[in-house]
């Protein structure tokens, strides 16, 4: 029923701690996609989800980025030793099918690295 | 690599025409239109596969020519709420990785 959320809404770290970002998709989308936004820029596309599985994770900035998704369900991302240049806003959308269906997307978690 | 939109901002009065358009260097598979109001999340317009059709949704449509690796949106009689940033978000042929473009910043005045 419910549309894509995410949690937190909000969060600002030191630099060096590591966050845990949650996206809870909407029921029944197999397919689902985590972007970065920084301030002012366009998307980039960080990962894909296709059930469980990631078929491509050469989106993730570096190998402090890691994404896991249970099931068709809850997926988060993970960034380890967080620098400044982390900071961005988070968006994870959902969709039926990967590549020929709208994605929707989440309201997005606002990430500040202090 | 990132596919290059065009104009980068329009302005437009309410109820005049405007074209977006994206062009890309890799042979694309699909593209995806959205618009992206300030601090909220993109919303999806409409999403064009390869075989170079045209689709509409209200007063906006959009074609896609997979032999030029472009795509544009078309605003015709553009209203007050059309205001926002728009991406064509491309999906080049082969890969998983989805490439957004450059942006196009559009303001509708009354």
């Known amino acids: 029923g419910a549309g894509v959320s995410q949690s937190p809404s909000n969060k600002v770290t030191e630099k060096g701690k590591d966050v845990e970002l949650r996206c809870d998709p909407i029921s029944g989308h197999t397919a689902l996609y985590w972007y970065r936004q920084r301030l002012g820029q366009g998307l980039e596309f960080l990962i894909y989800f296709q059930g469980n599985s990631a078929p491509d994770k050469s989106g993730l900035p570096s190998d402090r980025f890691s994404a896991e998704r249970t099931g068709e369900s809850v997926s988060t991302l993970t960034i380890q030793r967080t620098q400044q240049e982390d900071s961005a806003v988070y968006l994870c959308?959902?969709?039926?099918?990967?590549?020929?269906?709208?994605?929707?997307f989440g309201p997005g978690t606002r990430l500040t690295v202090l | 690599q990132q596919p290059v939109q065009s104009p980068q901002a329009v302005i437009l009065r309410e109820g005049e025409d405007a074209v977006i358009n994206c062009s890309s260097s890799?042979?694309?598979?699909?593209v995806h239109w959205y618009r992206q109001k300030h601090g909220e999340a993109p919303v999806f317009l409409m999403i064009?596969?390869?075989?170079?059709e045209q689709k509409g949704h209200e007063k906006i449509s959009a074609s896609f020519n997979e032999k030029k690796q472009q795509s544009s949106l078309y605003l015709t009689a553009s209203q007050l709420s059309y205001s926002g940033t728009y991406f064509c978000?491309?999906?080049?042929?082969?890969?998983?990785?989805?490439?957004f473009g450059t942006g196009t910043r559009l303001k509708v005045l009354a």
């Open positions: 959308a959902s969709g039926r099918d990967y590549s020929s269906d709208t994605q929707y």
């Open positions: 890799k042979a694309l598979y699909s």
């Open positions: 978000g491309t999906l080049p042929s082969g890969t998983y990785k989805y490439i």
């Open positions: 064009l596969l390869k075989g170079g």
